[in-house]
Structure formats: structure tokens, C-alpha cells
């Protein structure tokens, strides 16, 4: 079955890096688009962003334009974001997806908490 697996969570100081990985399985990685999305508390999920099956594609949200960057490593079925210049607002749990098959598919989730 889809499986995705996410990673790298933490607390970081505002200004600071944090990469997150999402290990996927269960299907033909390399076909599928792959997303970041991220909850706050009290908020809706919201896309962070979003790249295609090469890489070649990536898009962002506004509010992490400049500072986060998503890529995938085939080889591997994993795909990554880099967050850097960390700010509080940030601070949500962040979810792997794929659509994948018809359906929408989740990881758990690894929360990010920004605070000094």
C-alpha cells in the first residue's frame, strides 16, 4: 500500500535551516507529483509547495517564496524541503502528499515548532 513517511521535524530558532524528508513506497515514485502542506493550529492545511515527477516543475506558496525549496530524489523515493530564514509563523505540522492512484495520500505528519 502508498505509504509516506515524513521526517526532520523540530524546534529551530527564528532565522534558522530545518530539511524535512518524506520517504515514499508502495507505488511507482518517479510518476507522481509530490506536495508539501502544513497545518497551524487553529487553521486550514495549506499548500506549501509542490514539484513534478523530474523535478523540472516547482511551484510555492507566497508566504515561503525564497526561503523553502521542495526536491525528490528518484533513486531514492523520497522528496525533501528545505526550509530556511525560519519564521514563528511557520510553526505547524507538516504533511507529505501524493495523489496517487485516484486517491489523495497523507503521511503522519512531523510537526516544525519556530521559537526562540
Known amino acids: 500500500q502508498v505509504q509516506l513517511v515524513e521526517s526532520g521535524g523540530g524546534l529551530v530558532q527564528p532565522g534558522g535551516p530545518l530539511r524535512l524528508s518524506c520517504a515514499a513506497s508502495g507505488f511507482t515514485f518517479r510518476s507522481y507529483a509530490m506536495s508539501w502542506y502544513r497545518q497551524a493550529p487553529g487553521k486550514e492545511r495549506e499548500l506549501v509547495a509542490s514539484?513534478?515527477?523530474?523535478?523540472?516543475?516547482?511551484n510555492y506558496a507566497d508566504s515561503v517564496k525564497g526561503r523553502f525549496t521542495i526536491s525528490r530524489d528518484n533513486t531514492k523515493n523520497t522528496v525533501y524541503l528545505q526550509m530556511n530564514s525560519l519564521k514563528p509563523e511557520d510553526t505547524a505540522v507538516y504533511y507529505c502528499?501524493?495523489?496517487?492512484?485516484?486517491?489523495?495520500?497523507w503521511g503522519q505528519g512531523t510537526q516544525v515548532t519556530v521559537s526562540s
Open positions: 502528499n501524493g495523489y496517487v492512484y485516484g486517491y489523495n495520500h
Open positions: 514539484i513534478s515527477t523530474n523535478g523540472g516543475n516547482t
